[in-house]
């Protein structure tokens, strides 16, 4: 039992890997893992322990009251401020000239001091904007 629990979370967080720049809604993870051994149940299952456990990061999209997922890359997302597109869901890192920017003007303007790893700036990426 636990075996078989231990490889339906390594097929989701696989799955979010791979796709590591999106987000999913739970049921968009369901329909795109169909068929590669993960029941509907152990996608939502898994979905809220690898949240608890900081390997994934629940997001907002546009018009969408359903939670989005997206995989967190531990070392490559360390300390990098994130871009989430409102319309498509995907994501990036700012790049680390505007964070600077950012961290510092806050600290001079506002004397507060930014969490770059808490950091999720909302928008409309290049993509959607036309
Ligand atoms: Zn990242
Ligand atoms: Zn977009």
């Known amino acids: 039992m636990k075996k ?13 890997k791979e796709h590591a720049d999106e987000s999913f809604s739970g049921l968009e993870i369901v329909e795109k893992t169909e068929g590669s051994g993960i029941s509907k149940s152990a996608v939502y299952r898994n979905l809220s322990g690898l949240e608890k456990e900081g390997k ?21 997302c360390k300390g990098h401020i994130h871009l989430s597109c ?21 600290i001079e303007e506002d004397g507060f001091s930014l969490d770059s790893d808490e950091t999720v700036i909302y928008g ?3 993509k959607c904007k036309s």
């Open 56 to 76: 994934i990061r629940r997001v907002s999209k546009d018009g969408e009251h359903t939670a989005h997922f997206r995989f967190i890359d531990e070392e490559h």
């Open 86 to 106: 409102i319309k498509c869901g995907k994501t990036g890192h700012i790049s680390d000239d505007a964070a600077k920017k950012i961290a510092e003007s806050l």
């Open 124 to 126: 409309i990426c290049d």
């Open 4 to 16: 078989y629990n231990t490889r339906q979370r390594q097929i989701l967080l696989d799955f979010l």
